[in-house]
């Protein structure tokens, strides 16, 4: 899966994207991280690619033609397949959930959208802008952390990415619900034990176990999810 990242800090993505899990995922060529720098798109001949807004006010606005011409680059659409996708990362988009993350993981291509400054200028995002998408409510000062974050969260449900294919599906927010607790080695912590029954090796009752806690989880600490899985049930 090939993602493709317009921004004005592509060593910020890149470098951000390039350990551990991740990582590997490109090494091994399952994902590819294509960031493009929006000022090599300028034709100002002093690399500008902001202005102030139209209407006076704080702040600078990134200009149409230079994020237009970079999409523009990346954004070949193939003879009678659908146009890549493009997510511009904003508060004002759709809240990303998992359940986007799994939708989105499904495409072969994604192009991510990244302002910074006071925003973009509104034509350009109503052109090439297909998913406004944001990350949460608060408002960051641009669309690089937000982008590497959906990343992250698509990437992993990308065959092959993690180790355990199983665990990108049984994880948290699958069902709704949240994991149940872990532990490891040793089996007794500042006097603290395991739960006896994840020392029996007995895989049913620990399947018991483990689905039981939950739901109790989700139910003291998300409730909100708890409705929805019972809705969902
Ligand atoms: N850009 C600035 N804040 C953002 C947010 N919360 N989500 C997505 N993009 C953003």
Redesign the pocket.
């Given at each position: 899966m090939q993602f493709h990242i317009l921004t004005l800090f592509p060593e910020m993505v890149e470098n951000g994207l390039q350990t551990s899990i991740l990582g590997r995922a490109i090494q091994k060529g399952l994902i590819g991280i294509h960031a493009v720098n929006i000022r090599d798109y300028t034709q100002d001949k002093h690399n500008k690619v902001d202005d102030y807004p139209y209407g006076g006010g704080a702040g600078m606005l990134m200009q149409a033609q230079p994020v237009y011409d970079a999409w523009k680059a990346v954004a070949k659409p193939a003879e009678g397949k659908k146009p890549v996708r493009v997510l511009f990362?904003?508060?004002q988009?759709k809240t990303f959930s998992q359940e986007m993350a799994r939708e989105l993981a499904q495409e072969k291509e994604l192009i991510f959208l990244c302002?910074h400054y006071e925003g973009i200028d509104e034509r350009v995002i109503e052109e090439i802008v297909t998913d406004p998408?944001?990350?949460?409510d608060?408002?960051?000062t641009?669309?690089e952390l937000?982008a590497m974050v959906m990343i992250d969260a698509i990437s992993r449900m990308v065959p092959g990415v993690l180790k355990n294919e199983d665990s990108g599906v049984t994880e948290s927010f699958q069902e709704n619900l949240l994991e149940y607790p872990q532990y490891t080695r040793p089996a007794v912590w500042h006097d603290r034990e395991v739960p006896p029954v994840l020392l029996t090796g007995h895989h049913k009752n620990i399947a018991e176990w483990r689905q039981a806690q939950s739901l109790e989880e989700t139910k003291a600490k998300r409730p909100d999810l708890y409705a929805s899985y019972l809705d969902k049930k």
């Open positions: 990362m904003s508060p988009g302002g998408v944001s990350i949460g608060y408002v960051l641009g669309g937000p």
